[in-house]
């Protein structure tokens, strides 16, 4: 049960901090913010500076920025709907901004004990694979692999995993970049004598360590929260390709419940909150890319009405009745609260099913 609290209330941070990057901006451009509010439900403290409510609210699930003129118009000119373009477009990625730079200061921080990073090296063929000439040799370091830079441990193993029967890949040997086009490592079937079957490549892979200095942590640090967002495209291109169902998605309820087991599981209270960070750090990057989406509703969904009105105010002198986006905004919305209910549903059956 403690850890159901704390990953709710880990949960409510993120999306409060997300709101908190949207107000920072608005009050950096003297747009009105009318209200701020930290919590959603019944206000348990209230105050009001300048033309601003300030509010702390019951549940600790996420938070709000209400501007003056965001969704409706308005003839005060420090309204968000009157401000400049460039300006509105700085609010609205404000939030996904306040997100990636959480999930890099959590990795930061979670990185900074470390003593060294492992990084991914050819540790040479498995016998009786026929994979002694493919063109790697022992203790090449993994660059790239089929156009996906190896930025963290794991990079080459996950993106050998999802290639064909060849890849192109780009190793450092001896401090040069050697690069290795059409590498056939095909998947081969085996059953040993106790009739286990495996399916490997033919390769093995192995580590070596890099000293953990103050400019390697910033850099891993930075390396790591960028495949965050890299590996947030790729479930998306699953999910579009129908790689993956609704079934392998997951709402707040289970994005909870993770984060419960997560805990509980843990050998101890130190690891726990550790392991709890990582999911945080994941969590809050997803949240950055998911609501950059060029998507009704969601910040890209507005972003991208914005670009659409300058082209067009360009070429035509003409914009998008703002009557006619709020319609497709709020039948987006309506369509992600659908989508919501469904996952939420399924995550609640997954609960009960185990």
């Given at each position: 049960?403690?850890?159901?609290?704390?990953?709710?209330?880990?949960?409510?941070?993120?999306?409060?901090?997300?709101?908190?990057?949207?107000?920072?901006?608005?009050?950096?451009?003297?747009?009105?913010?009318?209200?701020?509010?930290?919590?959603?439900?019944?206000?348990?403290?209230?105050?009001?500076?300048?033309?601003?409510?300030?509010?702390?609210?019951?549940?600790?699930?996420?938070?709000?920025?209400?501007?003056?003129?965001?969704?409706?118009?308005?003839?005060?000119?420090?309204?968000?709907?009157?401000?400049?373009?460039?300006?509105?477009?700085?609010?609205l990625v404000a939030g996904a901004f306040m997100n990636f730079l959480t999930g890099l200061i959590i990795v930061l921080v979670l990185y900074a004990p470390a003593q060294g990073f492992y990084q991914e090296i050819y540790s040479g063929a498995m016998e009786g694979y026929g994979t002694e000439d493919c063109g790697l040799q022992e203790g090449d370091r993994f660059l790239s692999v089929d156009g996906h830079k190896v930025l963290t441990y794991g990079n080459a193993q996950f993106y050998m995993g999802r290639a064909g029967d060849t890849m192109d890949l780009v190793v450092e040997r001896d401090g040069e970049k050697v690069y290795l086009d059409d590498v056939s490592l095909p998947r081969q079937e085996r059953t040993d004598e106790e009739g286990n079957t495996t399916n490997y490549r033919g390769i093995t892979i192995g580590a070596q360590v890099l000293p953990a200095g103050l400019g390697t942590k910033l850099v891993y640090s930075w390396n790591t929260t960028v495949d965050y967002v890299r590996l947030v495209w790729v479930s998306l291109g699953d999910l579009v390709r129908g790689a993956v169902g609704i079934k392998d998605l997951s709402g707040p309820v289970g994005i909870v419940d993770t984060m419960s087991q997560v805990g509980s599981q843990s050998a101890s209270v130190g690891a726990a909150i550790q392991n709890l960070l990582w999911l945080a750090a994941l969590i809050a990057v997803n949240l950055a890319v998911m609501n950059l989406l060029p998507l009704p509703a969601l910040d890209g969904g507005r972003v991208f009405f914005l670009l659409l009105n300058g082209v067009l105010y360009t070429l035509f002198k003409r914009k998008i009745d703002a009557k006619y986006e709020g319609y497709v905004h709020l039948a987006g919305l309506a369509a992600l609260m659908t989508l919501m209910l469904m996952v939420t549903f399924s995550d609640i059956g997954k609960i009960i099913a185990r």
């Open positions: 049960m403690v850890y159901i609290l704390v990953a709710i209330l880990m949960f409510g941070v993120l999306i409060a901090v997300h709101e908190f990057g949207h107000f920072i901006t608005a009050k950096l451009f003297g747009i009105r913010v009318n209200e701020f509010s930290i919590g959603m439900g019944p206000a348990l403290f209230k105050r009001e500076k300048g033309d601003t409510l300030y509010s702390l609210r019951l549940l600790p699930i996420g938070g709000y920025c209400a501007m003056e003129g965001e969704d409706e118009e308005s003839d005060d000119p420090r309204a968000f709907g009157n401000a400049v373009g460039w300006k509105k477009v700085i609010v």
